[in-house]
């Protein structure tokens, strides 16, 4: 089990940044992804941005060039930087983590977990 703790988030104007961040804890010695999805209203799940315990990172067209994700050292906390925000990156975002493991006998085991999601709404 992997629990997800975000933080950061909140009110900005547009064109402001902001960071957000989230910790991992539990069985993170498995954690092969983590990253950030986005869900504005009425609309579905979407990716940000996601980065491997390798450092290859992906984003979502709506973001690259304008954002930023990290992990530490650890491979424990993945951090998002947001520049330029604008009112369509209003939405709730949620912390990502992806486990995964091979046993002896060769089965593999694969988990997603979700954090509880933090608001960010680009306003004036």
């Known amino acids: 089990q992997v629990q997800l703790a975000e933080s950061g988030g909140g009110l900005v104007q547009p064109g402001a940044s902001l960071r957000l961040s989230c910790t991992a804890s539990?069985?993170?010695?498995?954690?092969?992804?983590m990253g950030w999805y986005r869900q504005a209203p009425g609309q579905q799940r979407e990716l940000v941005a996601t980065?491997?315990?390798?450092?290859?990172?992906n984003y979502a067209d709506s973001v690259r060039g304008r954002s930023s994700i990290s992990m530490n050292d650890a491979k424990n906390t993945v951090s998002l930087q947001m520049y330029s925000l604008k009112p369509e990156d209003t939405a709730i975002y949620y912390c990502?983590?992806?486990?995964?493991?091979?046993?002896?006998?060769?089965?593999?085991?694969?988990?997603?977990?979700w954090g509880q999601g933090t608001q960010v709404t680009a306003s004036s």
């Open positions: 990502y983590a992806h486990t995964g493991y091979t046993d002896f006998a060769g089965t593999v085991y694969a988990y997603d977990y």
């Open positions: 539990g069985s993170i010695f498995n954690i092969k992804t």
């Open positions: 980065i491997t315990t390798a450092g290859y990172t």
